[in-house]
């Protein structure tokens, strides 16, 4: 009896905690360059910045990594153009951001499949910024300044509109889990993961149970 | 002469027969603890993404080399990896998420698609098997991984991968048996301690990181688990012929699986002096045989690796291929010579605090907190994510209650360890080899390259330890209320791997 109430009272406490944490919100990535912060692109006052990447399921915002060098970050707009020259996603920020790494809000969260296309930075103020990047050899991968292939490519980073809990992610956290992996793995490999972790639970409990008792 | 090739030809018949009845003698609950540890890894080994466990890139390297050559890498100056896994690594974007924790890998389809035409296009599978910092090792865990290597239905390096890493797990549900023999022998009236023991281990999220990936230290664990098993075994019931081929055999594994092992020899050697010892009242003769079948058992296959090692393969360095030459040479890359004042200070102040008359000053921190428990609360992926702070700071709190309970629970067992104390002092001279050896290479890999060395899993061979541990934390409560303490501290590990593994899908998913 002292058992079963013990393990009884463990098990709530860890089922709380759980769901206590697959609750708690937070901004999320929608996906990444995997450019790292090691050089700068300089911009002149006015220039538009293109390069090719992948445009995410659920990209609400565009992160860049901006320095204004002592001024504010200036107004940037960015579209996001399909293989097929489609614009597929836009967004817009006012001036008046701290440099560093800026959020660029899309008008609506891309609710698209992930495409490869070309994202475009616009930028117009009285000063040029700098734009933080790895240095890459100039070609098809790199950032284009006013069409001229740049020995950088800039860090773009997306996130998912808004905050959201895990148990939001969950449907794209099936998809991500299968990514990268073996062909063999798929949207059922997380749920069937948590089944399996559930049984050796299941299996430990009535051990110990067993055991102890 | 017929008789003889009849013998022969049962052989596997009886082997297969002996074995059944080996493990049909393993209590239900050991074997469950076995299946709940192999799934347990096995499920974080999808959890964790390609080449994400520490050093699996250069595992995953030897094992192919040795999988596609039939030897071991000749450790020359060429390329580590083999075109097929360069390919791999980039396309995973391996090397900027690694120490990157704001990174993740693959989130996309067309990224994953790219990977996968990628490897479609059939890159070669064999590189020049150039010196990476797992090619100097003994080729055994390499040589069991090329079985799941060539029996992939595909030869797609994922797939192999997957494969491989079951491996991986399979070893880590064998070390949990392997404890929970150990606690079974080392507390034999004491039911529950066994499963306990056995479970705080499988759920221990450090080791099933380890056991999630193609590396290594996962024969090393269940070698040593496996070694103290039988010498413990053979302490109790004396030493037979089969107890000596046991203990000979877990003692060849663990020599042929990593060299770390070999900081375990000396104390190993003891423990067979004593037991031979011990074994002499019931006939010196049958004393000696078992001594030396245990010695040529744990001896004759790392004799045979050491010919091969020179006389075939030409990597030179017999036993150690070089390996332990360049982890225990008195210079440095720059020449700087590192004297024994300094690799002693660096072994004592790896562990506690520096004293007054250390000149030597190697750390800013307390090695014991912020190396070795906080190592096994969890320093995960290759050293670069962690649980928020305040974990550890309340786990600290934790382990000191721990230790207090622990030293208790000896105290109320003293009088059924007392008989075991002599080879406890074996297990003690075994325990500071390991301790002696990580200090002696970590001081010169510290002095080398300015980067510290140790990580909580160079422990693991003394995982028996951890076990027996939790248990005398149990067992620092009166008998009627240790049981159901036992379960909870189990709950508890089950609630660290549980959360440990929310955070590693963060890491890489969210």
Not at chain 1, 10 to 26: D, H, R, Y
Not at chain 2, 170 to 197: D, H, I, K, N, Y
Not at chain 2, 366 to 388: E, K, R, S, V
Request: glycine share 10%; proline share 7%; aromatic share 10%.
């Amino acid at each position: 009896m002292r058992l079963r109430v013990a393990l009884a009272a463990a098990l709530l406490c860890v089922i709380g905690l759980f769901v206590l944490e697959m609750s708690g919100a937070a901004p999320r990535s929608a996906g990444t360059n995997h450019v790292p912060p090691l050089t700068t692109l300089l911009t002149p006052k006015q220039a538009k910045v293109c390069q090719s990447d992948i445009l995410p399921a659920g990209a609400g915002r565009v992160k860049l990594l901006v320095g204004a060098y002592g001024h504010r970050v200036p107004a940037l707009a960015i579209g996001f153009r399909g293989p097929d020259g489609k614009l597929l996603s836009s967004g817009r920020l006012p001036a008046g951001a701290p440099q560093g790494f800026v959020l660029v809000p899309l008008r609506h969260p891309y609710r698209g499949a992930d495409t490869s296309g070309t994202l475009c930075l616009s930028v117009d103020s009285p000063y040029g910024i700098g734009l933080g990047g790895e240095p890459i050899a100039p070609g098809p991968t790199s950032a284009q300044l006013n069409g001229k292939p740049e020995p950088t490519a800039i860090i773009i980073d997306y996130l998912r509109p808004g905050r959201e809990t895990w148990w939001q992610l969950l449907p794209t956290l099936t998809q991500r889990f299968a990514y990268g992996k073996a062909a063999f793995f798929g949207t059922w490999t997380l749920p069937v993961a948590a089944l399996l972790l559930l049984g050796a639970w299941i299996a430990a409990i009535r051990l110990l149970w067993r055991e102890a008792s | 002469m017929r008789r003889r090739i009849r013998g022969a030809a049962l052989l596997p018949k009886r082997t297969a027969r002996a074995t059944v009845q080996t493990l049909k003698r393993i209590p239900t609950a050991g074997r469950v603890c076995f299946v709940i540890a192999f799934v347990n890894a096995a499920i974080w080994g999808v959890v964790v993404p390609p080449f994400q466990v520490p050093d699996e890139v250069v595992h995953f390297a030897y094992a192919q080399y040795l999988a596609q050559t039939g030897k071991p890498p000749p450790q020359g100056p060429g390329a580590q990896y083999s075109p097929e896994e360069e390919v791999a690594i980039a396309q995973l974007q391996v090397l900027p998420v690694i120490g990157h924790p704001e990174e993740r890998g693959v989130l996309t389809a067309p990224e994953s698609e790219a990977v996968h035409t990628a490897l479609a296009a059939k890159p070669e599978p064999l590189g020049p098997g150039g010196s990476t910092a797992a090619s100097n090792q003994p080729p055994l865990y390499y040589a069991l991984e090329a079985i799941p290597y060539w029996l992939s239905p595909s030869h797609d390096l994922l797939t192999r991968l997957a494969l491989m890493r079951l491996l991986s797990a399979l070893l880590a549900g064998f070390t949990v048996l392997a404890v929970f023999l150990f606690m079974r022998e080392l507390m034999p009236r004491t039911r529950w301690a066994w499963s306990v023991g056995a479970l705080v281990v499988a759920f221990q999220p450090t080791f099933d990181f380890i056991a999630a990936g193609v590396n290594g230290d996962n024969l090393l664990f269940f070698a040593s688990a496996s070694t103290f098993l039988a010498l413990l075994r053979a302490y109790r019931h004396g030493l037979t012929l089969k107890r000596g081929v046991a203990i000979g055999l877990a003692v060849a594994i663990g020599t042929l699986a990593k060299l770390t092992f070999i900081a375990l020899l000396p104390g190993i050697a003891l423990a067979i002096a004593l037991l031979a010892w011990r074994a002499l009242p019931s006939g010196r003769r049958k004393a000696l045989l078992a001594l030396g079948t245990t010695v040529t058992v744990a001896a004759l296959p790392v004799a045979l690796y050491a010919v091969l090692n020179v006389a075939v393969w030409h990597r030179g360095g017999g036993l150690t291929a070089g390996g332990l030459a360049g982890a225990t040479s008195s210079n440095l890359a720059s020449g700087q010579v590192v004297t024994m004042r300094e690799s002693l200070d660096y072994i004592w102040q790896l562990y506690l605090p520096r004293l007054w008359f250390m000149h030597h000053a190697f750390f800013t921190t307390n090695q014991l907190a912020g190396t070795w428990l906080d190592g096994m609360i969890g320093h995960f992926g290759w050293l670069d994510y962690t649980f928020p702070v305040w974990v550890y700071k309340y786990a600290e709190y934790v382990a000191i209650g721990f230790v207090v309970l622990a030293l208790a629970g000896l105290f109320r067992l003293r009088r059924a360890i007392r008989p075991l104390l002599p080879l406890s002092v074996c297990f003690l001279v075994m325990a500071v080899g390991l301790l002696a050896s990580i200090g002696y290479a970590g001081v010169r890999y510290q002095l080398n390259t300015g980067e510290q060395f140790a990580q909580a899993r160079y422990l693991f061979p003394l995982l028996v330890f951890y076990a027996t541990f939790i248990v005398l934390v149990a067992r620092a409560l009166p008998r009627r209320w240790a049981a159901t303490f036992g379960a909870l501290l189990v709950v508890l590990a089950m609630a660290h791997g549980l959360f440990a593994e929310t955070l590693t899908i963060s890491r890489y998913y969210g």
